[in-house]
T-cell receptor, first 114, second 112 residues
């Protein structure tokens, strides 16, 4: 089924560990984004990409890295996990940057940092 | 910073009633979108309304947009228990080719 696939669905990390959240889409969308969702805060943009090889920072980029080597994949790297990064992470993609169509979201990765 | 603010934060109604949620935003937009999120799941796109449109319908959904007041409303008619979810408005920048900026959402509970 066409869509956005995120792995893993759940992860527990110790403070200071690093990990990569995976995101893949098979819709040939140019735009891909990472959001984090915290209780009472809605969704906040971490990083985004408008095409392979092009990435930019969002509202809350500190502690995270991204790269976009292919159109399909947009991994999010946590460099040194901190308890403040405990959150639910969503990857989303769209064509035309949401100007005509909505974004398609993955099912999320629930991350706990202890 | 959050672009949109939904109102109310929570809404509880009975099946068959209409539900209205409001969204206000701060800066000029290309379009405004509404998303639904069921508990523990990803967001699902419901409807998109462009800045030059005033009203749009999709099934039981009706969205209005007032750019002079920087506000939008989402009306769900004849609510069902399956409509229980959180609803978020999100805006795109003036160029349109941009990321989404979300509000904090309205939690809707529809009781049988």
């Amino acid at each position: 089924n066409a869509g956005v696939t995120q792995t893993p669905k759940f992860q527990v990390l110790k403070t200071g560990q690093s990990m990569t959240l995976q995101c893949a889409q098979d819709m040939n969308h140019e735009y891909m984004s990472w959001y984090r969702q915290d209780p009472g805060m809605g969704l906040r943009l971490i990083h985004y990409s408008v095409g392979a090889g092009i990435t930019d920072q969002g509202e809350v980029p500190n502690g995270y890295n991204v790269s976009r080597s292919t159109t399909e994949d947009f991994p999010l790297r946590l460099l040194s996990a901190a308890p403040s990064q405990t959150s639910v992470y969503f990857c989303a993609s769209s064509t035309q940057g949401g100007s005509s169509y909505g974004y398609t979201f993955g099912s999320g990765t629930r991350l706990t940092v202890v | 910073s959050q672009q949109g603010e939904e109102d109310p934060q929570a809404l509880s109604i009975q099946e068959g009633e209409n539900a209205t949620m409001n969204c206000s935003y701060k800066t000029s937009i290309n379009n405004l979108q509404w998303y639904r999120q069921n508990s523990g799941r990803g967001l699902v796109h419901l409807i998109l309304i462009r800045s030059n449109e005033r009203e749009k319908h999709s099934g039981r959904l009706r969205v209005t947009l007032d750019t002079s007041k920087k506000s939008s409303s989402l009306l769900i008619t004849a609510s069902r228990a399956a409509d229980t979810a959180s609803y978020f408005c999100a805006t795109t920048g003036e160029s349109g080719y941009s990321t989404l900026t979300f509000g904090k959402g309205t939690m809707l509970l529809v009781s049988p």
